[in-house]
């Protein structure tokens, strides 16, 4: 019904940068929030950035000044540009979508690699 499909990770060397993307598409009504979030081995996810509908960003303090996240709504598309990578940003990035309603969905993951 709801597909996410993320795309743009990969390996990059330390102080690279790297750009996801994350299109939704499907049975969605309209769409409140989008976000992106990372699980590194033996870590809990935690949030690395969200935007409303309406543009507001929040970051995670980890990563502010060095990611940005911004969405395309005519695609239903959310981006992470991420800048100055650093080691510890190595993770499986997932983007989440959140609907006016309640529902969220979630992409299945794209690994991103950064090598010291």
């Known amino acids: 019904q709801v597909r996410m499909v993320e795309s743009g990770g990969g390996l990059v060397q330390a102080g690279g940068s790297l750009r996801l993307s994350c299109a939704a598409s499907?049975?969605?009504?309209?769409?409140?929030?989008m976000g992106w979030y990372r699980q590194a081995p033996g870590k809990q996810r935690e949030l690395v950035a969200t935007?409303?509908?309406?543009?507001?960003?929040n970051y995670a303090d980890s990563v502010k000044g060095r990611f940005t996240i911004s969405r395309d709504n005519a695609k239903n598309t959310v981006y992470l540009q991420m800048n100055s990578l650093k080691p510890g940003d190595t993770a499986v990035y997932y983007c989440?979508?959140?609907?006016?309603?309640?529902?969220?969905?979630w992409g299945q993951g794209t690994q991103v690699t950064v090598s010291s």
């Open positions: 935007v409303t509908s309406g543009g507001n960003t």
């Open positions: 499907g049975s969605i009504f309209s769409i409140n929030a």
């Open positions: 989440n979508v959140n609907e006016w309603g309640g529902s969220s969905w």
